[in-house]
């Protein structure tokens, strides 16, 4: 007999669930709220909506998916995928007919939607100290009585205009040494690299730049901040998620493939890296006029510029980009470089190398300039890597008296407390859900996305935000216009926050059924018998279904921030420390947190809650500051061997810590902040 | 009307003639006194007689070549030859025919008679100071207490035992570390180059090696020594052709070639690095019990190992090469290197780079150990290259209060005089003449070659020796068993000086008509109508022809000698010497030297004969010099800034000592060696 549903999973959004066999891809996207841009109307003419069809490696989720899966393949396809990529799986979303259980990859140029990017730059000071700077030199010609050689010539005239010693020159700018001299005129314009060595050369004097970019991997999204190196100006941010997601949504499930696939490091390696290279295209693109399909009279299309009035365009080239400085935690790190992952899953989790690396970016298959380097951050220890790095270099708790406690909260969670005379790191399993991933209606940061939610206290009515729409639910004149999705990671303390301040939940986490006894929004699921709350309800939704938070999702979110608060509460111990005097949330999650729903719900000790900040994408701006600031990369190794790293999972409390502080809110020391934000009566109804 | 012959050239020997149209390959090469390899006696089926058919490139020697001068393609070649290399214009040398004049590149491997190697290591002093040193170090296993990565571990611990600081680490020698680690249980040997960098990390403790090799690049020739560097032993010394040699002969036809033709630096890059690479691995494989092809049962053919009883064998890869160090002329350094060559073609000829360079391998292609570094020697100027700063850190004139002249004769000449006080260096035009090159039946030192001439003063009768053959021609019982095919370069001085002290030519090289007008060895040539003298005869040689020296002959080798001899004054003059007080004689040609007869000739000024040496392959010992002890890196710096270049063509009366020394002997100084020598009576008949 054959299915009538089959289970589609959508990479790397996670979204799954049932569709009716026979519909096709981009039907199943919407059934399951997931964007795939289609700006044809399925009419197969676009091809914009390319997806990939995986093969079985998703048996976790029960399902194994391949190509024999999906209906057959069309004509019309063949426009736009070719037989290498045909093999590979990809296919028209609009063509390809679900037929069984399936894993759909959707490439970032086939995601709809634009990503409200949250890991925009800050506005930190940084001191100007770049790796990179450029010098105009100009020499007299070769003669008999004086035919030095080109490269000691042009040495000769930097040492004594700008009393740079003893530079060397990389191989591939050496080749653009001898035209260079002779079309500048005998004038040149040479990128040195760290006052050392020449790793570009152009004939005559160069206006702009150099460029570099500070890239900060994140296991699920990564972050490009593309600089002008002579300015210090972030010229474009660029963002996209992580391809090695298709294996693996957190770290540990990405050492398993390494472990149990052949070749798989080096798959997810050259993965990352495809994907640095067409990120930093995506940058360098940004400085050319945008590009227009037109017609001519014969038919042909031909893609033209339609550059703004007025605007000035920079048209780099990837050429152009000469430094490049990257941050991430140490398994992306290890995996990105194609180093053994294995022991850093591993007690003691020791990673292959702390200290910073200088890589010749062409040694890693990365497209920019070949002559310039990757300065890869240092790492502190296996589960606090150079991502934190970038965080301490941008924070520097180490320049102050107060004892500060840094939360970077990503797919892992990152601490760090202390002040100049002592810092120590250690690393929580929150896992995602403080993102708004793996709950059941999560999602990233992009329209459609709830991100703010309000539950009245009396009749626990929720009043949302929506991306993308002005007005909330309570406001907008039809509530089938908000267009909701699913919930994004800035309401995902919202909820828990707004349920336990409402009384809907207990301090177990548990829905209140007394409470919610007639509450129309609360329900028990027909089809998996867990207990549900309606955020939205599915005529306000864009995807025709109730978005609800379920007691599965609740438990997430408090195991998390259990993980989180007991981490916390352990450091504080180790430190002999009753409270933080500073706390500072990094990471996405940060940038939109609500200080007083953090300290409902217990996220963290207590602290004065003007002291609580968010310092947004820390880690991307520590690795802006190592690509601007010389120094900060020497500040990046000493703080790699000076934070001493605290493995908490060994500590004999920890268990116990870890169980009380999934509390809401967590009653082992009281909370003088709280008082009045919490109504005890409701809690005790 | 269809041609009776043909003309072929043979490249890289650049023997050339007119054979029958219709011969195939084999046949016209051993008309014109070129060896292919062909044991299977032209039957078609061992196919190591697979040559390559040029394209039209050399017009200059008034003939287009290419595919369709040769006959039709048969489907026996299709077992050695593939498709890919059919195009590229292989063919079976028994199998083409010659349909019209063609140009017909052997490869190395399809040459056959064994070179007789005169680039072979001499027994030099150098210092053990080697740039790899390998060392083993154990450390204790990471613990919760010290988790300490990898690389920091192993660098504690090189430190601490041996005082190594601040170390770095290759990134592909980074990704051995974590693993190499493990399977040596916590102990391993690392390779670290120049006290900086580690480049390769084994297992535990690694009782050979490291190994590495120098190689000197020579317009024609090639030759590498790889050694043990723990025990500083030659293990084997390689050589090859220069794979080059069909773009051109000498260094300017090269450049001409990159100016003239698209990708044409690339594509000779491409050839000498490949080259490179298949020379390495020749030596890399003389470590291994050679091979033999047996028949199984069933017919089938495999290779097996013969190793020689009681022999070990090193058994060494690529891999195992972890340092090279490599000279050159200024030319062959910039196309090697992808380095524009054009200005060095160009008055005043400046270089792109005098320093020496430190270049990845894996940046070059060259496919040893990929994190080892190749050192290129530094150069001098655009003729005086990183090979003549090698003679110079092997001979050391700068050491000492004596005058030195060293002179090294390759395709072009170059030489140094002086002292520890001054040095200056030069290069003279000698053309690959007094090599043998370019002469009617000038040839490589192999089995064959004329090598050693005496000319009866009274009959004018001729005593030849040929390598290969104990007796000579007189001491023989059957004349035609000497199997003479050419001359080769030691015993060009032979020819032009013995010549000369019979009286058969006149101090001004042309043949004396009166002695010899009853000689039967002297005659006009009835194609060419130049008159020539017969070395051995046809039934002597092996390619059924007189072998002679013509007037044109004489006049090539009078112009190298000639240029040699007034370069050498104009550099004595200007250091205001008279005579050197020693002379070096480098290069091939050096190695056979024959002091008197080289100052009959007057190759260079006058000089006490036991003070003139052969030094044989300086260039070559001074790269194994710079491979074996750094201190010669620095030296061979300090000397290609210190030794001042003359530019011997700009001087006013370079014209006019140049015509005079073409003279024999040169006349301007008397000869004071010579008294007895040269036989006044006969020269004045």
Known sequence: MSKKTATVIFQPSGRRGEVPVG?????ASRLLGVDIEAPCGEKK?????IVRIEE???EKYGITSGMDHVGDWLVEEEKFINDERKAKGFRLGCVATVKDDILVFVPEEARAGKQVVSKAARAIHIDFNPCIRTYYVSVDKPTFEEPTGDFERICNGLEREFGLCNLTIDIFALRQLCDALREGDWGVTVSVWDNKEIIRVLPGRHKNGPYGIAIDVGTTTVAGYMCDLSTMEVIDTVSMMNPQCKYGEDVMARITYHMTTDGGLKRMSDDIIEGLNGLIEKA????HPPKKEVKGADGSKEMVEVPEEGKEYLRLTMDDIEDITIGFNTAMHHILLSLNPEYVGLAPFPPVIHHSMDI?????GVKVNPSSYLYVL????GFVGADNVGVLICEE???YEENQLIIDVGTNGELVLGNKHKLISSSCATGPALEGAQLSYGMRAAPGAIERIDIDRETKDVTYRVIGQEKSNKEIDDVTKMGAKGICGSAILDVLAELYRSGTIRKTGQFNKKVLKDCPRFRKNPDTNQPEFVIAWANESSIDKDIVVTQRDIRQIQLAKGALYAGCKLML?????????????AGAFGTHIDREKSLIMGLFPDCEVEKIEGVGNAAGDGCRAALLDMKKRVEANWCSRNVEYVELTVEETFEQDFMEAMQLPHMVDPFPHLVGLVDEDILNQ
Do not use: W
Request: charged share 35%.
């Open 56 to 58: 079985g490696r998703f």
């Open 573 to 585: 111990k180790r430190m002999g420390l009753d409270n933080p005097d500073r706390v500072k949330i």
């Open 284 to 287: 360098v693109m940004s400085t």
């Open 360 to 364: 010749k970016a062409r040694d890693l």
């Open 45 to 49: 003419v676009c091809g914009k909506c």
């Open 378 to 381: 240092p790492i502190e220890a």
């Open 23 to 27: 519909v096709n891809i981009i039907e």
């Open 397 to 399: 708790p180490y320049k």
